[in-house]
């Protein structure tokens, strides 16, 4: 039985995120992708990223059996099995001592802060702050409110259709979360805009 699941948004932006992580990674180190979804995105960017660990991980079952068989279906030998990562506990898997691959010095993650309660949030910005290395880099790509407002029309009948399924989920404010990144250690250095509405933010552990 194939698991896969499939993303058209996975499919439409992957191609302008792999050039900015091309451009901004360190130079080694292990990748943690922070909530894989499909797993269409790790497989698109493991081969492509050859001198890097990528380590996926999921909270739901559903979509940790789609990495799984995503990787079966695209193998690269620099991409490992997803792990089952909780943001909000105050240990994650790679944490436990038992991890390999260690240093990681990059979080990607995609997707994911505003179809969450913003604990889940507030949950990644705490855990890249305790386990990336000193000038290890976050990666948070979504849409964000700039200055409190949506940066387009389109991004507003969203976020209005974010909170009907539940009122804990919204487009996160730019500034609120890059203030919460700062009390953890992580320092701001870009927001690039991307397609769609979209920013890739872009943190540095001090």
Not at 26 to 42: C, D, F, K, Q
Not at 53 to 60: K, R
Not at 150 to 175: C, G, H, M, V
Request: glycine share 8%.
């Amino acid at each position: 039985m194939d698991r896969r699941q499939y993303s058209a948004s996975s499919q439409r932006n992957r191609e302008p995120i792999a050039e900015v992580l091309l451009s901004r990674l360190p130079p080694i180190g292990t990748i943690l992708e922070v909530a894989s979804g499909s797993g269409e995105h790790a497989v698109h960017f493991a081969p492509l990223l050859p001198q890097y660990c990528w380590q996926t991980t999921n909270y739901e079952e559903d979509q940790i059996e789609s990495v799984i068989d995503w990787i079966a279906h695209s193998p690269s030998p620099n991409l490992r099995m997803p792990l089952r990562l909780d943001t909000t506990e105050s240990y994650w898997p790679v944490e436990t001592g038992g991890y390999a691959d260690m240093p990681i010095t990059g979080i990607f993650n995609a997707n994911m802060i505003h179809i969450s309660p913003f604990e889940v949030c507030e949950g990644l910005l705490a855990g890249a702050g305790r386990i990336l290395t000193a000038g290890g880099r976050l990666f948070i790509y979504g849409p964000f409110k700039v200055g409190g407002t949506q940066t387009a029309p389109t991004n507003e009948t969203f976020d209005q259709w974010l909170k009907s399924r539940n009122p804990a989920y919204a487009i996160r404010d730019q500034e609120v979360v890059i203030d919460l990144a700062s009390e953890n250690g992580l320092a701001h250095l870009e927001a690039i805009p991307m397609p769609a509405n979209n920013f890739l933010q872009i943190f540095e552990k001090q």
